[in-house]
């Protein structure tokens, strides 16, 4: 057992996202629950914080299906709200620091919350100032509390707090028996790469489901995890904070990215998971400290949302740690897929593992046939902890499922003789060429293999002669030379690719155009190719 892991049967499944804190106070109440800094909270600490932030929200007239949002960095208090929220009742739903005032004022526009907690400010910047400009344009008419400071406008979150000591008891408990596990808890926006966010709506029972079954699956029941991804992705909420949670482990918040802290603490043995992007792993393993830090307690690292370089993996080998993959996304919360324990080398840079236990997969070709072993298709999925429904989007919501009620996820999956899937691309970002389909995933994963690219983005442009071809954008590693890099990237294409899959044109640059959960922006990038032309 690694030094200050808790030792928890198994990860239970309870009826609602909000009864874990309870359940572990009652049941370990001294064990960590959060650490934030220098600061420390045991579960039964965690479960009072809670309760005192429900009652405050009841004082401020929450009701059942209300929205109550925040607006902060990777904080206790972002997800004590959240479970809140969560007991009474009401939808939570995060926004990002990163965020524009017209980003933020479109959330706030979609989702009307009542009640709206911002951290004050961050390494400089006004948070609440920048959310009170944002309810301005959006025309807001709720109420803005702040914490971590003071903001004209907006009233204290210790006053919330202090109104909130008049809910009695069995006020506090009448409300919360009547949430159901079916009820929505969650608002999780998806990227936008293809348009206008739409709001997935995410039950208590989705979450129960997903990370208890993801917690078992790894075995990492008890482990304290790093939170440091924003608060309106379903990798915080979710995998960073409630997969620890309901397997009775901690979280250790991180406001951003830093990667010596992450070494430090693991050196220490306070953190014994990493759940992250291939990006966060790879500065890891090229600081020279990682050659010399303790991973002797390190029980899982794990990525999604990209394949893994090769190199980064070898180096994470060394380490002699468990490794994994997954793959998810926003309406589908914890994995759609998982690498099995002790998966190869090859399993986990070129697959995104199985299908993960009880969620019913298929993968479809255009003419409706269920493909079999080898044949790509759209990844389907079926099961209750699938989005109930895109918020106030009905129509969007009757589109995104089958007639057998398979969500229709957009991304093209092949599974090959060992159910491991690979997946190819994105269904919507897919373009002929010369009347063959082309993924631009497949041809980015090619271009991100060679060692001198951070990231590609590819798009389909128009071609007189082709009806489309691809256009490639990268990101050269810092410390290379742009001169003929695309020179060298053509070539090596052209040993590892058809040559309707290969890019007729390739970009080097600095940097590309990015939405707020760090994909990039690919209509931002259409948008420019076009004014440029």
Not at 307 to 321: D, G, H, M, S, T
Not at 357 to 384: F, I, M, N, Q, T
């Amino acid at each position: 057992m690694p030094e200050g892991a808790t030792q928890t049967a198994n990860a239970p499944m309870l009826r609602r996202i909000s009864d874990y804190p309870s359940h572990w106070a009652g049941r370990m109440p001294d064990a960590p629950a959060m650490f934030f800094g220098e600061h420390r909270w045991t579960f039964q600490q965690f479960s009072t914080e809670v309760d005192r932030y429900a009652r405050a929200l009841l004082a401020a007239g929450v009701q059942k299906g209300d929205r109550v949002s925040v607006l902060s960095t990777p904080r206790p208090e972002f997800f004590v709200t959240f479970l809140a929220a969560a007991s009474i009742g009401a939808i939570w739903l995060g926004l990002n620091p990163r965020y524009t005032p017209r980003e933020l004022a479109r959330t706030l526009s979609d989702a009307n919350p009542s009640v709206v907690l911002a951290l004050a400010a961050f390494e400089g910047e006004n948070l609440a100032a920048r959310l009170a400009e944002a309810a301005a344009i959006a025309g807001f008419d709720g109420r803005l509390a702040v914490f971590g400071g003071a903001q004209e406008g907006f009233e204290p979150v210790d006053g919330l707090l202090k109104a909130g000591e008049v809910i009695r008891d069995d006020e506090l408990a009448t409300r919360r028996a009547f949430v159901q596990p079916q009820d929505p808890v969650l608002i999780v926006y998806t990227s936008g790469s293809t348009g206008v966010p739409k709001g997935s709506l995410l039950t208590h029972f989705g979450l129960c489901h997903a990370y208890t079954t993801q917690t078992s699956h790894f075995d990492i029941a008890g482990a304290c995890i790093i939170c440091n991804m924003p608060i309106n992705h379903i990798g915080c909420v979710g995998d960073l904070c409630c997969a620890p949670m309901v397997g009775g482990g901690a979280i250790t918040f991180m406001e951003r990215f830093d990667a010596p802290e992450i070494l430090t603490l693991i050196d220490s043995g306070q953190v014994h998971c990493m759940l992250g992007v291939p990006t966060m792993l790879q500065i890891l393993t090229e600081l020279p400290s990682f050659e010399t830090s303790d991973f002797s307690r390190v029980r899982l690292i794990c990525w999604g949302g990209a394949a893994l370089p090769y190199n980064v993996l070898l180096k994470l080998r060394e380490k002699n740690v468990p490794l994994g993959v997954t793959y998810g996304m926003s309406e589908v919360p914890g994995s759609i897929t998982m690498s099995a324990l002790g998966a190869s080398d090859d399993d986990l840079t070129k697959t995104v593992g199985r299908p993960t236990r009880s969620l019913d997969l298929r993968l479809v070709a255009d003419d409706g046939k269920v493909c079999e072993v080898g044949e790509e298709g759209e990844v389907r999925v079926r099961h209750p902890s699938v989005l109930s429904s895109y918020f106030n989007r009905p129509q969007a919501t009757a589109e995104a499922f089958d007639d057998e009620g398979y969500f229709r996820t957009g991304d093209v999956g092949v599974l090959d003789a060992s159910n491991n899937m690979k997946l190819v691309g994105r269904k919507k970002e897919m373009f002929k060429s010369g009347g063959y389909n082309v993924y631009p995933r497949e041809i980015e994963l090619c271009l991100e293999q060679h060692p001198d690219v951070a990231l590609a983005a590819v798009i389909g442009v128009p071609d007189e002669l082709y009806q489309e071809v691809g256009h490639a954008f990268v990101i050269a590693k810092s410390d290379v030379n742009h001169t003929g890099l695309a020179e060298q990237l053509a070539a090596w294409c052209r040993e590892r690719l058809a040559n309707y899959k290969r890019p007729k044109r390739i970009n080097v640059s600095s940097e590309l155009p990015l939405l707020p959960v760090g994909k990039v922006d690919k209509v931002e990038l259409k948008r420019r190719l076009s004014n440029a032309g």
